[in-house]
C-alpha cells in the first residue's frame, strides 16, 4: 500500500509535538493543518451497475483529528449511556452505536447540513453528528426538559431539523420511504441537495424499501440508501434473514456500492461518490460493511447468536478508532499521549455532561398536552379520568 | 349561509319544508348547484394555484384525471411535477409523501379507496401524527390524506369499510367527513392549509350529488373552521348526529317525523377529530334525546364516542337512553337485499326516533 504524504513544515510539526502544559486550557485544540494527505482505503469498493470510485482519499490532519475526537466522543457517549441504563436512570429502549461510528463521521465529512439524513432507531451518533450536543442526548435519554425533544421521544426519536437530521424512527423500514420523501423534497424545491436513508440488514428486506426505491429511480430523486449492514437483525444473523445479503445489489437497477463501514475514510469516499451520482443520476445504495459491539439494545447481551470471540475479534482488527489512530501516529500528526489525552478529555466532557443533564428536571405535567397539534384550535384533550384531567390544545 | 335561511323558513311554516336543495333555489338569489364532485376539484384547483407548495399523489389521479375524476384537468394545469401518478405501492408513496411534509412541502396523497390506506396505516400514525409529539414542535406534518370512505354500491365487503372511528382515535390527527359541496369546499381547503396530518374521508355516493352553494363558499378565500359542527336542521324534540352521507338519510328522516309531530335537530359533524362535543351537548340539553347515525361497524364506532360523552357532560339532561344506529356488525355483503340490511336505512332512524320519544309526548304537537 503506497502512502504518500506532504511532510507539514518543521514549525507545525514543533507544535503538535510540544508537551501540554498547566496554563493550556482544558480543550485541547485541535490542529488547524489542512495539508492534504491521501490515505488509501483498507479494500477497494466493490460496485454494482457502476463504476467504483478510487481507493485514494483525500484528508488532512484536521479531519484525522476530527475523526478521531468526534468518534472517541461518540464510543464514550454510548458506554457511558451503558452504564446509565444500568443504573435504571434511562428506562425503555436503548440501541446502542459503539462500533458503527466511522459510518456517522464519514458521512459527515462528504455532506453539508443542508444534505438530509434519516435513520431508524439506533440514532444517538447520527444525531451527534449532525451537531447535536451531549446534553441533548443524555437529558433526552433520561426523559428531561433539557432533551433535544424535550424528554418527549426517548432514545429512538432524536430529531435535529435546523441541521436536517429527520430522526430517529422506532418502525423497522418506515424511515426509508421517509427519506425518499425528502429527496422529493428537495428535487421539488431544486435545492442540489441529497439525502442519506440509513437502515439496517434487517430493514433490508422491508416491501416499502422497494416501493420507494422503485418510486424513487422512477423519479429520479437524489436518494442514497444506507444499509448499515453490521451482520445481524437483532438477534438474526444475514444469512438467516435474507436470501440475499449482498444488500448492495438489492437494488437491481439501481446502483450500488459496498462499502468497508469501519473506515471513516471510505465511508466518506463512498459518501461523496455517492452525492454526485445522486444529483446526476438519482437513487444509489451504499452498503456499509459495519458491525455493533453491543446487543441489538440494551435487554441483549448480543451473545446468544454470535461468539465473544468473533466480538473480540472485530474490536482487535476493524475498530475504527482504532484505525484512525494508527494513521495519526504513523503520519506523525499526534502523538500517543495527545492522542489519549483527547480521550481523556473527552470521557471528562461526557461525565460532565451526565452530571448536568441530571440536573435537568422532568417535563412540566401541562407537556404531556403540548404539541399534540402544531396548530390545537383550541381542542379539548383528556387526561386518564377526564373529570381530574383536562386541558386546552395549545 | 344555508343554515339561516333555513332557520328562517322553520319559523314561517313547519309543515311546508322541502328538501334543502329546491327550497335554497327559491330563497337565494346567489345559489348556484355545485356536485360534490367539483367542489373538491375546484378546492384542490385553487389551494395548489395559491400556494406552490401543494402536490397531489395517488393512483391514477393524474393521466386517467382521478379514479372518480376530483382531480379532472389538474395535470394539464399544473404538469407532472405537481400532479404525480403513482405504481399500486401504499405504503411507498404515503411514506414518501410524509417525508416530503417533513421537509417541508404540502402533499395531498389520494386513496383510491380508503381500504387502501390500511396499506399505509403506520406511516399515517407513527410516522405522521405523532412525530409532533415525539420532536416536542420540531417536525410538524402539514399532509391531507383524502379519498372515498365507507360503502359504495354493491363493491363487497373488502371495498366498503368506514374508518372514521379508527382514524378519530388517534391523537394528532384530524379527522373529516364533508357532506355537502360547501363541507366539500370549506373543509379540503381547511385541510390543505392545516398544518397537521389531516385525514379527510370522502364518499364516492355523494361525489355525483348536486348541492347548492352562495357566492361566499364559491370565492376562493372560502374556509370551513376545523372541530365545528354544523346544526342542517334546527329542532326541539330529538337530536340526531350523523355525517357523510348519513347526514342526508337523517334529514329525509327528519322530514317524515315532522308528520308524526316529532321535530328533530339534525347535526352534520363534520369533523370527528376534533369532535365537536360542545355543539352536540348543547343540542342534546335542549332536546333531552339522542340519535347518533354512522355508517360504519358499530363496535367502538363513533356513536359510542359521542354516547359517552354526552353521558358524561350532560347526563341529567337525557330523557331516554341515547340511541345508535350504525352498520350492521358483519363485512358488507354482496347481495343487494343484503347490503341493503348491512347499511342504516331513512327507517332505522325514524324508527330509533320513535323509541327515543316513547315516553312523553313531543313539544312539537302543541305548536
Known amino acids: 500500500m503506497a502512502l504518500s504524504y506532504l511532510r507539514s513544515s518543521s514549525s507545525r510539526s514543533v507544535n503538535l509535538l510540544k508537551p501540554l502544559s498547566s496554563s493550556l486550557p482544558l480543550r485541547r485544540p485541535i490542529s488547524t493543518d489542512t495539508t492534504p494527505i491521501t490515505v488509501e482505503t483498507s479494500v477497494p469498493f466493490t460496485s454494482h451497475q457502476c463504476d467504483a470510485p478510487s481507493r485514494s482519499v483525500e484528508t488532512n490532519p484536521k479531519e484525522l483529528l476530527t475523526f478521531f475526537r468526534d468518534m472517541a466522543l461518540m464510543r464514550r457517549m454510548e458506554i457511558a449511556a451503558d452504564s446509565l441504563y444500568k443504573a435504571k436512570l434511562i428506562r425503555g429502549f436503548c440501541h446502542l452505536y459503539d462500533g458503527q461510528e466511522a459510518v456517522a463521521v464519514g458521512m459527515e465529512a462528504a455532506v453539508t447540513k443542508k444534505d438530509c439524513i434519516i435513520t431508524a432507531y439506533r440514532d444517538h451518533c447520527t444525531f451527534i453528528g449532525r451537531g447535536g450536543t451531549l446534553l441533548e442526548v443524555f437529558a433526552e435519554l433520561m426523559g428531561r426538559q433539557a432533551g433535544c425533544s424535550k424528554g418527549k421521544g426517548g432514545s429512538m426519536h432524536f430529531y435535529k431539523k435546523d441541521s436536517n437530521f429527520y430522526g430517529g424512527h422506532g418502525i423497522v423500514g418506515a424511515q426509508v420511504p421517509l427519506g425518499c420523501g425528502l429527496a422529493f423534497a428537495q428535487k421539488y424545491s431544486k435545492d442540489e441537495t441529497v439525502t442519506f436513508a440509513l437502515y439496517g440488514d434487517g430493514a433490508a428486506n422491508q416491501g416499502q424499501l422497494f416501493e420507494a426505491l422503485n418510486i424513487s429511480a422512477l423519479w429520479d430523486l437524489p436518494a442514497i440508501l444506507v444499509c448499515e449492514n453490521n451482520h445481524y437483525g437483532m438477534g438474526t444473523a444475514e444469512w438467516r434473514a435474507a436470501k440475499s445479503p449482498a444488500y448492495y445489489k438489492r437494488g437491481d437497477y439501481v446502483p450500488g456500492l459496498k462499502v468497508d463501514g469501519m473506515d471513516a475514510l471510505a465511508v466518506k469516499q463512498a459518501c461523496k461518490f455517492a452525492k454526485e451520482h445522486a444529483l446526476k443520476n438519482g437513487p444509489i445504495i451504499l452498503e456499509m460493511d459495519t458491525y455493533r459491539y453491543h446487543g441489538h439494545s440494551m435487554s441483549d447481551p448480543g451473545s446468544t447468536y454470535r461468539t465473544r470471540d468473533e466480538i473480540s475479534g472485530v474490536r482487535q482488527e476493524r475498530d475504527p478508532i482504532e484505525r484512525i489512530r494508527k494513521l495519526i501516529l504513523s503520519h506523525d500528526l499526534a502523538t500517543e499521549k495527545e492522542l489519549k489525552d483527547i480521550e481523556k478529555e473527552v470521557r471528562k466532557e461526557v461525565d460532565d455532561t451526565i452530571t448536568q443533564a441530571k440536573e435537568s428536571p422532568m417535563p412540566e405535567p401541562s407537556e404531556l398536552f403540548t404539541n399534540v397539534y402544531a396548530k390545537g384550535l383550541g381542542v379539548e384533550s383528556f387526561g386518564a379520568d377526564r373529570k381530574e384531567v383536562r386541558a386546552t390544545l395549545p | ?367
Open chain 2, 1 to 367: 349561509m344555508l343554515g339561516v335561511v333555513r332557520k328562517k323558513m322553520l319559523g314561517q311554516s313547519l309543515l311546508k319544508i322541502r328538501p334543502a336543495v329546491s327550497m335554497l333555489r327559491s330563497y337565494s338569489s346567489a345559489a348556484k348547484q355545485m356536485t360534490v364532485r367539483d367542489a373538491l376539484n375546484s378546492a384542490l384547483d385553487e389551494e395548489m394555484s395559491a400556494d406552490q407548495k401543494v402536490f397531489l399523489m395517488g393512483e391514477e389521479v393524474g393521466e386517467y384525471q382521478g379514479a372518480y375524476k376530483i382531480s379532472k384537468g389538474l395535470l394539464e394545469k399544473y404538469g407532472p411535477e405537481r400532479v404525480l401518478d403513482t405504481p399500486i405501492t401504499e405504503a411507498g408513496f404515503a411514506g414518501i409523501a410524509v417525508g416530503a411534509a417533513y421537509h417541508g412541502l404540502k402533499p395531498v396523497v389520494e386513496f383510491m379507496t380508503f381500504n387502501f390506506s390500511m396499506q399505509a396505516i403506520d406511516h399515517i400514525i407513527n410516522s405522521a401524527a405523532k412525530s409532533n409529539y415525539m420532536s416536542a414542535g420540531q417536525m410538524s406534518v402539514p399532509i391531507v390524506f383524502r379519498g372515498p370512505n365507507g360503502a359504495a354500491a354493491g363493491v363487497g365487503a373488502q371495498h366498503s369499510q368506514c374508518y372514521a372511528a379508527w382514524y378519530a382515535s388517534c391523537p394528532g390527527l384530524k379527522v373529516l367527513t364533508p357532506y355537502s359541496s360547501e363541507d366539500a369546499r370549506g373543509l379540503l381547503k381547511a385541510a390543505i392549509r392545516d398544518p397537521d396530518p389531516v385525514v379527510f374521508l370522502e364518499n364516492e355516493l355523494l361525489y355525483g350529488e348536486s348541492f347548492s352553494v352562495s357566492d361566499e363558499v364559491l370565492d376562493s378565500s372560502f374556509c370551513l373552521p376545523i372541530g365545528k359542527a354544523k346544526i342542517e336542521r334546527v329542532g326541539r324534540d330529538v337530536t340526531i348526529t350523523a355525517f357523510s352521507k348519513m347526514v342526508g338519510h337523517a334529514l329525509k328522516a327528519a322530514e317524515i317525523l315532522e308528520k308524526d309531530g316529532i321535530d328533530a335537530e339534525v347535526i352534520n359533524l363534520r369533523s370527528i377529530r376534533p369532535l365537536d362535543r360542545s355543539t352536540i351537548n348543547a343540542s342534546v340539553r335542549k332536546t333531552n334525546r339522542l340519535i347518533t347515525v354512522e355508517e360504519g361497524f358499530p363496535q367502538h364506532g363513533v356513536g359510542a364516542e359521542i354516547c359517552a360523552s354526552v353521558v358524561e357532560e350532560s347526563f341529567a339532561y337525557l330523557d331516554a337512553p341515547v340511541e345508535r344506529i350504525a352498520g350492521a356488525d358483519v363485512p358488507m355483503p354482496y347481495a343487494a337485499n343484503l347490503e341493503r340490511l348491512a347499511v342504516p336505512q331513512v327507517e332505522d332512524i325514524v324508527r330509533a326516533v320513535k323509541r327515543a320519544c316513547y315516553r312523553s309526548v313531543p313539544l312539537a304537537a302543541a305548536a
